[in-house]
């Protein structure tokens, strides 16, 4: 797990292996964000916000879009060790979607069963089953013999 002197390190980490004219067009041309920003100018900005000296900060919106990019997430990761949060997990859409399958034939399982349950109790159930269960017994059992 990864630790940071600061954010401007975290920063860093994120943009890791990627130069900032590739980051300017990503943000321009790819995400958007920048549309019609002079790539020079663009580069110029992302090396601004990643220079503790400069006082250029990127947005959250800059930063999410960069993530996608790079796939690293040091600046989520920092905010959540400043904040005291546990740090998220990319999402694994094939594990979601086998969880979600198995959540649902629990489900199902559970439903036939309890389907299953309510059938015997309420007299519907074939009369093999029904013939299992103790027979109810009369009330009198609990009057006692002699009435005061």
Same mark, same amino acid.
């Given at each position: 797990?990864?630790?940071?002197?600061?954010?401007?390190?975290?920063?860093?980490?994120?943009?890791?292996?990627?130069? +900032?004219?590739?980051?300017?067009y990503h943000l321009a041309e790819v995400d958007g964000i920048w549309?019609?920003?002079?790539?020079?100018?663009?580069?110029?900005?992302?090396?601004?916000?990643?220079?503790?000296?400069?006082?250029?900060?990127?947005?959250?919106?800059?930063?999410?879009?960069?993530?996608?990019?790079?796939?690293?997430?040091?600046?989520?990761?920092?905010?959540?060790?400043?904040?005291?949060?546990?740090?998220?997990?990319?999402?694994?859409?094939?594990?979601?979607? +086998?969880?979600?399958?198995?959540?649902?034939?629990?489900?199902?399982?559970?439903?036939?069963?309890?389907?299953?349950?309510?059938?015997?109790?309420?007299?519907?159930?074939?009369?093999?089953?029904?013939?299992?269960?103790?027979?109810?017994?009369?009330?009198?059992?609990?009057?006692?013999?002699?009435?005061?």
């Amino acid at each position: 797990m990864n630790r940071y002197v600061d954010g401007y390190e975290a920063l860093r980490q994120m943009c890791w292996g990627h130069d +900032a004219y590739a980051i300017a067009y990503h943000l321009a041309e790819v995400d958007g964000i920048w549309k019609g920003r002079d790539p020079e100018r663009g580069a110029g900005r992302v090396r601004s916000c990643l220079s503790r000296e400069k006082k250029e900060f990127f947005r959250m919106s800059e930063i999410i879009a960069i993530t996608r990019l790079t796939r690293q997430y040091d600046a989520i990761w920092f905010m959540c060790d400043e904040l005291g949060l546990s740090r998220p997990q990319p999402t694994d859409v094939a594990a979601q979607v +086998a969880q979600l399958r198995e959540t649902i034939d629990d489900a199902a399982r559970r439903l036939a069963g309890a389907s299953d349950s309510l059938s015997r109790l309420s007299g519907d159930a074939p009369p093999a089953i029904r013939g299992r269960a103790p027979a109810p017994r009369p009330a009198s059992h609990f009057r006692s013999e002699t009435r005061h």
